[in-house]
């Protein structure tokens, strides 16, 4: 049986790279799957904290480094949020709903939480913009006092939702869901996974034909669509 451990290792993405396989039971796997994506996004919310403070306090010598870093985890953030949101919508949470049902109203309340984190992203790429723009020191000074506002409140309110995750969903699937109905869920994820990195995969594809040979390419497409 293949394990799908691309988010695993390559963190930011699906299927970015290669399909890689591990070694060790099922159980094993949906453990590392947690661990894995949880101490990623850690690790990036710890490195935007760092590259927000950079900015307010180590001067403009140094703005164009920690603004790049900051525009590089920001989109980072965006596309985990959507993929980690994809998979429990789509298989966690009506799994869980089914086999725990006394779970239903913590995971209505993260769904529900994970629509306001969209408008918290949202901010950032018109202040970084108008920081990149604008010379003035007091407006730079203000652009920087918007963005550290809005990335440590993002911040905050990941950490806080994924010790909410942390302390219901995960524990509740290693202690309560029994052995079979774990291996039935790491199966779905599995499938969903795969599901994606061909999606993914033909969407690269898809891209780099385009890139090459726009006209030709789109047209060909586009008549294959209208033949359907």
């Known amino acids: 049986?293949?394990?799908?451990?691309?988010?695993?290792?390559?963190?930011?993405?699906?299927?970015?790279?290669?399909?890689?396989?591990?070694?060790?039971?099922?159980?094993?796997?949906?453990?590392?799957?947690?661990?894995?994506?949880?101490?990623?996004?850690?690790?990036?919310?710890?490195?935007?904290?760092?590259?927000?403070?950079?900015?307010?306090?180590?001067?403009?010598?140094?703005?164009?480094?920690?603004?790049r870093?900051?525009?590089?985890?920001?989109?980072?953030?965006?596309?985990?949020?959507?993929?980690?949101?994809?998979?429990?919508?789509?298989?966690?949470?009506?799994?869980?709903?089914?086999?725990?049902?006394?779970?239903?109203?913590?995971?209505?309340?993260?769904?529900m939480e994970r629509q306001d984190f969209q408008g918290l992203f949202e901010p950032f790429d018109k202040i970084l913009s108008q920081l990149k723009e604008k010379n003035r020191i007091l407006l730079r000074n203000d652009f920087i006092e918007q963005l550290s506002n809005n990335g440590l409140y993002l911040i905050c309110m990941l950490r806080s939702h994924i010790q909410i995750e942390e302390e219901n969903v995960y524990k509740a699937i290693f202690q309560e869901l029994h052995q079979d109905e774990r291996n039935a869920l790491q199966k779905e994820i599995e499938q969903f996974l795969l599901k994606e990195n061909k999606r993914i995969l033909k969407e690269n594809t898809d891209k780099k034909r385009l890139k090459k040979a726009p006209f030709s390419w789109l047209k060909k497409k586009t008549h294959k669509l209208l033949q359907k």
Do not use: W
């Open 69 to 111: 870093k900051i525009e590089e985890i920001v989109l980072f953030l965006r596309k985990k949020y959507q993929q980690h949101t994809n998979l429990d919508d789509e298989v966690v949470f009506p799994f869980l709903s089914k086999h725990i049902p006394r779970l239903y109203p913590t995971l209505q309340f993260l769904k």
């Open 1 to 67: 049986m293949t394990l799908v451990t691309d988010i695993l290792f390559e963190c930011a993405y699906y299927a970015s790279m290669n399909i890689k396989a591990i070694l060790g039971t099922k159980e094993n796997f949906l453990k590392h799957l947690v661990d894995e994506e949880r101490s990623c996004v850690l690790s990036n919310l710890q490195q935007l904290e760092n590259a927000l403070k950079g900015l307010q306090y180590e001067g403009k010598t140094s703005s164009f480094h920690h603004i």
